[in-house]
Nanobody
Framework: QVQLVESGGGLVQAGESLRLSCAAS????????MGWYRQTPGKQRELVAS???????YYADSVKGRSSISTDNAKNTVYLRINSLKVEDTAVYYC?????????WGQGTQVTVSL
């Protein structure tokens, strides 16, 4: 079993920054990819950013240039920092990892950006 524990969400003002953290624990032997999705009511979950075990990163156009994804492999933790937050960044953010071709998800953390 693999458990993902997210932290760092909350209420922030537009223009501010935040950093989300996700720590993985349990039967972890080889993480292939770590990343973050987000979802708003009535919309499909979208991939925000990801990083492979080789360090290759992906960013959605909506956050490109103002976000950064990183990992602490010793702690099996992935971080997502988003700067210059916008109201449209408001969503539930889900941590996501792939281990041995199996997807695992966190429980989600709410990020609300106010004007």
């Amino acid at each position: 079993q693999v458990q993902l524990v997210e932290s760092g969400g909350g209420l922030v003002q537009a223009g501010e920054s935040l950093r989300l953290s996700c720590a993985a624990s349990g039967s972890i032997f080889s993480i292939n990819v770590m990343g973050w999705y987000r979802q708003t009511p009535g919309k499909q979950r979208e991939l925000v950013a990801s990083i492979t075990n080789s360090g290759r990163t992906y960013y959605a156009d909506s956050v490109k240039g103002r976000s950064s994804i990183s990992t602490d492999n010793a702690k099996n933790t992935v971080y997502l920092r988003i700067n210059s937050l916008k109201v449209e960044d408001t969503a539930v953010y889900y941590c996501w990892i792939i281990i041995a071709q199996t997807d695992y998800w966190g429980q989600g953390t709410q990020v609300t950006v106010s004007l």
